[in-house]
């Protein structure tokens, strides 16, 4: 399986052969071992632990996110700041038809399972994308879990990834949930450790304006920079 | 800024490695503790990481871990499980070593007896012992019953690999 660091020298190989047309360099069905908070990029703790917080929240308007909306959730939301990618109500909600809930009731009825998937978008989200003027078509498809020899792999399957931001932000989001269900499962006497977190994008990308960190690391070899 | 961080019931013996480790350092050390959460976990043990000098090193004479055992025990739930992926996450990030003190548990009861604790209930010493026997089993932490005087290198050395990896890519400009 590919590591954090063929996925960036992939990326690095594109950038200097031109393997990519007009501002995105892409690689799909992308499918990597996520070892790291980070593919490129410091990450942004203070604004993780903030993100955290309003998803736990399960609020769906981004101006509940504590500090306030950083811009690219003001991009995509209504004029109102609804959305649907809240990951903690898409997670939690009975709404949503409490998907975490479902992933610990297959671990309780059999723990070798392959049915522990948490489903995160819905057959909906082709009408629900784009009400009230928002544009977000939820970016996680599906994260599935399994335990195998007493660790608690995750497999998050992506629709659509950005490289740095998407990659860092939603791999923090994948840690905590792993968490969260190692104790819930700890509740009911299935004890686990965390596991490999397995990262399957079908589009993996990186925006024009993040090219430089590809140059910074050809250069230099450090792939988390500080964001200029 | 490498980072160690040490966790143990009360007793174990974190309070006085912290300070042979600080004495033996061959960075300026800064000894930080944690009791029970008073503010966010954020700004209890997430911020003061990237608060920590470049060139300096932070001994955590218990962190979060403390929080996650006793918590539940005193006051009902741990206000950090619901972030210890991130926490984690964040510590690994910084490199940081660490390590659950957990020495025999009657040479825990006699430590608690001669200094009169009266924090942790007798009752509930076996309880705590085990819980952070069982959380360094779960999330790898070095579970030490003792540490001897030539230990004490290894866990500095450990601490500062971190900053030796920022070094290593630095050195490849």
Redesign the interface.
Same mark, same amino acid.
């Given at each position: 399986m590919l590591l954090p660091e063929d996925v960036r020298d992939e990326f690095a190989w594109k950038w200097t052969n031109k393997k990519f047309t007009g501002n995105t360099i892409e690689i799909i069905g992308e499918s990597f071992l996520a070892s790291e /908070?980070s593919l490129f990029g410091q /990450?942004n703790?203070?604004y993780?632990?903030r993100e955290?917080d309003w998803y736990?929240s399960a609020s769906l308007n981004v101006n509940d996110i504590p500090g306030g909306a950083p811009k690219i959730w003001q991009q995509i939301s209504s004029e109102s700041g609804e959305i649907n990618s809240n990951y903690g109500f898409l997670l939690f909600s009975e709404e949503n038809h409490m998907q975490l809930d479902n992933v610990v009731k297959h671990f309780i009825a059999d723990q070798g399972t392959r049915r522990a998937t948490a489903v995160y978008t819905r057959p909906t989200i082709h009408q629900d994308w784009n009400r009230d003027g928002m544009t977000d078509f939820i970016c996680t498809n599906a994260v599935q879990y399994l335990i195998r020899d007493g660790l608690l792999h995750v497999v998050v399957q992506m629709r659509s990834n950005d490289i740095v931001f998407g990659y860092r932000n939603d791999?923090?989001w994948q840690?905590?949930?792993?968490?969260?269900l190692?104790?819930d499962l700890a509740e009911n006497d299935i004890?686990v450790?965390?596991g490999s977190i397995v990262w399957n994008a079908a589009s993996l990308h990186m925006y024009e304006r993040h090219f430089w960190m590809l140059e910074n690391y050809i250069?230099?070899?450090?792939p988390f920079p500080e964001l200029r | 800024m490498p980072i160690i961080i040490l966790e143990g019931i009360d007793g174990s013996g974190k309070s006085t490695l912290a300070q042979r480790l600080a004495d033996k350092s061959p960075l300026p050390a800064r000894i930080e503790h944690r009791g029970p959460i008073k503010d966010t976990v954020q700004a209890e043990y997430v911020n003061p990481l990237f608060e920590v000098d470049e060139n300096e090193l932070l001994i955590a004479d218990r962190w979060h871990v403390g929080e996650m055992i006793y918590g539940p025990l005193y006051r009902g739930k741990s206000m950090v499980a619901p972030y210890l992926g991130a926490v984690e996450s964040i510590l690994d990030w910084f490199g940081a070593v660490r390590i659950i003190m957990s020495p025999p548990i009657e040479v825990v009861r006699e430590r608690l007896d001669v200094r009169g604790e009266d924090y942790l209930e007798p009752e509930h010493v076996e309880l705590v012992h085990k819980a952070y026997e069982d959380f360094a089993w779960q999330y790898n932490y070095q579970l030490l019953t003792d540490v001897a005087d030539h230990q004490l290198d290894y866990i500095l050395a450990a601490a500062m690999k971190h900053q030796e990896r920022q070094h290593v890519i630095a050195g490849r400009r």
């Open positions: /908070p /990450p703790h203070d993780i632990m955290l736990q791999w923090a840690k905590y949930v792993q968490e969260i190692i104790q004890f450790k965390p250069e230099t070899g450090d | -």
